[in-house]
């Protein structure tokens, strides 16, 4: 079992130019998140999805679009890549607790994006 | 919505020495919460989570972590830490939507 792969492992990318970054889990989840880590900041939420076909806003989604065709895929692109996105990005997937909060989440190995 | 608070951002222990790592959440309902450990260049890690009952948990790598609700608080402890626990530490806690994360605590262990 794999959990959750993200491709590719890093890039470096022009400002301007579009950029998707792939994340695949086969944990079956619903939920999927994307991150963006950065030195002191810890994790932050850009987008996320409860279930395929719906995707949500988190707290630093500009500049950056999602979508989510089937459970297994919850690709992240960023239209016109800007050297503030440079940053290492991360995909998770989680279930749901009983009570219907977000569960433990399985994150990716990670990308690690550099805009020049 | 929730928010979690690690004032810790580095911190320095001898091997064999105990550990305690702070975490303060603020969250409206009962939380949901986890710690997390990242090794470099690596994804995140649960160490454990707490959602009800027995407010002291356990976890994996003999790490424990109690949920003190009236300090709104949920700290990682160790009593004898290994040079491989050096890394960084996210406390998190989980709402409807999303988790939200810490800034992290980067541990190192001095020999």
């Known amino acids: 079992i794999a959990g959750i792969t993200q491709a590719p492992t890093s890039q470096i990318l022009a400002a301007g130019r579009r950029m998707t970054l792939r994340c695949t889990q086969d944990?079956?989840?619903?939920?999927m998140y994307w991150y963006r880590q950065d030195l002191g900041l810890g994790l932050r939420l850009i987008h996320y999805?409860?279930?395929?076909?719906?995707?949500g806003k988190g707290e630093v989604p500009d500049g950056y679009s999602v979508s989510r065709a089937n459970t297994d895929d919850f690709p992240l692109t960023l239209a016109s890549a800007v050297p503030s996105q440079t940053s290492v990005y991360f995909c998770?997937?989680?279930?749901?607790?009983?009570?219907?909060?977000?569960?433990?989440?399985?994150f990716g190995p990670g990308t690690r994006l550099t805009v020049l | 919505a929730q928010s979690v608070t690690q004032p810790d951002i580095h911190i320095t222990v001898s091997e064999g020495a105990s550990l305690e790592l702070r975490c303060n959440y603020s969250?409206?309902?009962?939380?949901?919460l986890f710690w997390y450990v990242q090794s470099p260049g690596q994804g995140l890690q649960l160490l454990l989570k707490?959602?009800?009952?027995?407010?002291l948990v356990q976890g994996i790598k003999g790490f424990e972590a109690e949920f003190k609700r009236s300090q709104s608080s949920f700290n990682l402890r160790k009593p004898s830490v290994h040079w491989s626990d050096a890394a960084e530490y996210f406390c998190?806690?989980?709402?409807?939507?999303?988790?939200?994360f810490g800034a992290g605590t980067r541990l190192t262990v001095k020999p």
């Open positions: 998770a997937s989680s279930g749901r607790t009983s009570g219907g909060a977000v569960n433990e989440q399985f």
């Open positions: 969250y409206g309902a009962t939380p949901y």
């Open positions: 998190a806690v989980g709402g409807n939507n999303d988790m939200r």
């Open positions: 944990m079956r989840h619903n939920a």
């Open positions: 707490y959602f009800s009952g027995d407010t």
């Open positions: 999805s409860n279930t395929a076909g719906t995707t």
